[in-house]
């Protein structure tokens, strides 16, 4: 193939990085991935971020783009809903859609990473290098320069275009930062809350110990506790809390004691089912959670970012992966229109990656958004009365009506065919409408379903028209 020319350097063989590197190597280019830590199919390193993550339709489109989607598939565990737990102990399925074919799984961070780097490696035009640090890259010059961990040595690599997939603190994207030749705008948001990895082990019997096919929350306002399944009947738990505001905060769970008091205060029935709490807790660090937004991604020439490194969000949407997946999708879709003027001359990577940033940038603003609001919902506004009226009559539309409504949940997580940006639009407006007509008693939960469906419609576009005189949009 004539485009093997083209030598493309991908910094970071995270999941981003390694989708990219095999799609692009499924291509016909050159590639070479350089990676800071080890090979993580030979040594057990899960580098303090999460061990399972939310995987949904879109990452599934890129794992489809790949064709690895039954591969992928082996790995997951469906989750069907959220399992609500109160302080008492009850609990509360509520499901993610009314349409049965609808669900979200839990997959290994580890296990899919590796199947990319596997698949990857595959194409002999595929190189992945570990325990090499990018520690600047000169986007003049589109060179990078490297730091072997093993022999210490620094080195030069240069490619006609290097594409950093090198997550929050991108190499690439400090370059853009510091070196001040051009307007970079750049933010960087903290949660207040941060959060800590736990988990519930296996029954003795290797089974589950609690109800395995859901995303299980403990929502208590301020703060809360997810669990996510894992196949070797583990969940992993996650606790995400204030570090310095509340009775019990991150600061002041200093000893066992206070630790197990929070627990049996706050969460007894999963505290019964993790004798290993304080072991984990004192074990496992306290990592914060924030929200990186930037521009531009690519400076007149032949680097951009990618994935996190460009548009890191919080994980309360479970998109963020999906989100850097759905960048390699939105990617590939650029270079099928420009490939062949890339390859005769006629168009460069700087066309390429700015059609490509014109296309995903809204849409990448939009989940950081959206992930922030879930934060809220998911651990105050799902336990409160009103909300989860408004959650029935959503599950009971898209059951009736399985073409004519889709939740903002839905819009956001199975509706892959539209943007994030126009998912938030109009899920914000239905949202705005049911909750409006539930408060003013304009609808209610006994209502014909037909009729609930034609005032949230009325309701819906009537927001809409007023954002949009309103030039919200």
């Known amino acids: 193939m004539e485009h093997k020319q083209q030598n493309i350097l991908i910094i970071g063989a995270g999941l981003c990085g390694s989708l990219l590197a095999l799609r692009l190597g499924q291509r016909g280019y050159n590639v070479t991935v350089y990676e800071m830590r080890p090979d993580l199919r ?24 790949v064709g690895i989607e039954d591969k992928v ?4 565990i469906p989750m069907n809903g959220r399992m609500l737990h109160d302080k008492e102990g009850n609990t509360f399925l509520s499901n993610y859609s009314g349409r049965e074919h609808e669900y979200i799984n839990s997959i290994s961070r580890g296990e899919l990473n590796g199947l990319l780097l596997t698949e ?15 520690k600047s890259v000169d986007f003049e010059k589109t060179t990078a320069l490297f730091k072997d961990y093993h022999t210490e040595d ?20 400090k370059s853009y930062y ?15 809350h941060g959060y800590k990895e736990l988990s519930i082990l296996p029954a003795e019997d290797g089974g589950y110990k609690t109800y395995k096919n859901a995303l299980h929350i403990w929502p208590r306002g301020d703060f809360m506790v997810i669990a996510l399944p894992n196949l070797d009947g583990s969940f992993t738990v996650t606790l995400f809390l204030s570090y310095d505001e509340g009775e019990y ?16 205060k706050e969460f007894p029935d999963a505290l019964a089912l993790m004798p290993n709490l304080v072991e984990d807790f004192f074990e496992n660090p306290t990592a914060p959670l924030g929200t990186v937004k930037c521009s531009p991604w690519h400076y007149k020439g ?9 548009h890191a969000i919080v994980p309360f949407y479970g998109q963020g992966m999906n989100a850097s997946f759905e960048d390699v999708v939105e990617f590939d879709a650029v270079l099928d229109q420009y490939e062949r003027n890339l390859l005769n001359g006629e168009a460069s990577w700087e066309m390429i990656f700015t059609e490509y940033e014109k296309a995903r940038k809204k849409d990448t603003d939009a989940i950081a958004d959206l992930a922030i609001d879930n934060f809220h919902e998911m651990k105050d506004h799902v336990g409160q009365a009103i909300f989860q009226e408004k959650r029935k009559i959503e599950m009971a ?4 009506f399985p073409e004519d409504y889709s939740s903002k949940y839905s819009l956001v997580t199975f509706n892959e065919h539209i943007g994030y940006r126009q998912a938030m639009l109009r899920g914000r407006a239905q949202d705005k409408a049911i909750l409006n007509m539930l408060s003013d008693g304009v609808i209610s939960i006994n209502d014909d379903i037909a009729v609930i469906l034609d005032k949230v419609k009325t309701e819906t576009e009537a927001i809409l028209e007023d954002d949009r005189v309103a030039r919200l949009r």
């Open 178 to 192: 510091l070196e001040k030749k051009f307007l970079f705008s750049f933010s960087q948001d903290w949660l207040t």
């Open 154 to 173: 620094e080195f030069i690599e240069d490619a006609d275009c290097i594409i950093a997939t090198d997550g929050a603190g991108s190499a690439l994207r």
């Open 249 to 264: 905060n991150f600061n002041n769970l200093a000893t066992p004691e206070i630790v197990t008091e929070f627990f049996q």
């Open 302 to 310: 032949n680097t951009l970012l990618m994935g996190d490194s460009a």
């Open 120 to 134: 990857a490696e595959k194409h002999e035009n595929v190189k992945i290098h570990f325990n090499k640090k990018c």
């Open 42 to 65: 030979r040594t057990d390193i899960s580098a303090g971020r999460s061990i399972n993550l939310a995987f949904s339709d879109r990452g599934n489109k890129a794992m489809k783009l």
């Open 73 to 76: 598939k082996a790995l997951c």
């Open 397 to 400: 539309l898209e059951k009736a």
